[in-house]
Nanobody, 127 residues
Framework: QVQLVESGGDLVQAGGSLRLSCAASKRTFSRYAMGWFRQAPGKEREFVAAISWSGGATYYADSVKGRFTISRDNAKNTVYLQMNSLKPEDTAVYYC????????????????????WGQGTQVTVSS
């Protein structure tokens, strides 16, 4: 069982930046692939970014590519999402997710690929 706790959500003006953090409880966190997803009011949850266990492979949704950066610190059991040039359409609850990959090196982009989810953190971007 892995517990994930997101933090860093806030209200920010368009063009601003935020860094989200997701702290994991598991000592074996380093072998987990991690992902960030978001869900805006009235919309389905959507993929944002993913990272392999080592951080050597990352993948982004087209809507955030070039603006968001996913990274991880395995020594701290934490994954980050640096969000720059924020837009009102980035407003959503952001969730981190984890999947044990046993050091396979893969990343995952589908909701169903992940077994563990955090409770979410609200990001609101005002125009």
């Amino acid at each position: 069982q892995v517990q994930l706790v997101e933090s860093g959500g806030d209200l920010v003006q368009a063009g601003g930046s935020l860094r989200l953090s997701c702290a994991a409880s598991k000592r074996t966190f380093s072998r987990y692939a991690m992902g960030w997803f978001r869900q805006a009011p009235g919309k389905e949850r959507e993929f944002v970014a993913a990272i392999s266990w080592s951080g050597g492979a990352t993948y982004y949704a087209d809507s955030v590519k070039g603006r968001f950066t996913i990274s991880r610190d395995n020594a701290k059991n934490t994954v980050y999402l640096q969000m720059n040039s924020l837009k009102p359409e980035d407003t959503a609850v952001y969730y981190c997710a984890a999947r044990d990959t046993y050091y396979s090196g893969n990343y995952y982009v589908a909701i169903g690929d992940y077994k563990y989810w955090g409770q979410g953190t609200q990001v609101t971007v005002s125009s």
